[in-house]
């Protein structure tokens, strides 16, 4: 099990921060989808990604070429450190852009792991990305 200790040294990074927040609006993304609206090589999202899941914070699940990230149960909805990170993130302008990006690349289609999504899926990502702005 991880230590208390171990979750908060994997919350005290921005970009690690960056990626939780966008795992908490969309409950599916690739490395490639980060690396996308994140603007950051693949390496480094890959690394935080890693650190992420040793920590239990993520968990990956590899489809085809893609590698598909989510949060861990550690982290589902209603638990409450999921709770208590959506109200630090709130306002965050990092994390708002983070989430301008996702919904441009919704728009352009380039999210790959919601490409084949069905249309309420993605109707519900946009709600939550919407009340956020």
């Not at 609206?37 to 040793?54: E, F, I, N």
């Not at 209603?78 to 919904?103: P, Y």
Request: charged share 25%; hydrophobic share 40%.
């Amino acid at each position: 099990m991880t230590s208390l200790v171990q979750i908060f040294e994997a919350l005290a990074d921005e970009n690690r921060l960056r990626i939780i927040n966008l795992l908490v609006l969309v409950p599916d993304l690739t490395v490639a989808d980060l690396v996308f609206v994140l603007d950051m090589p693949q390496t480094r999202v890959s690394r935080h990604l890693g650190y992420l899941k040793a920590r239990g914070l993520t968990q990956s699940e590899r489809r085809g070429t893609w590698m598909h990230y989510r949060t861990a149960p550690l982290l589902e909805s209603g638990t409450a450190l999921r709770t208590s990170l959506q109200q630090l993130f709130t306002g965050n302008t990092t994390l708002l852009g983070d989430v301008e990006r996702l919904l441009e690349g919704l728009d352009e289609g380039k999210i790959a792991a919601l490409k084949d999504a069905p249309a309420h899926e993605i109707e519900q990502v946009i709600q939550k990305c919407c009340r956020l702005n």
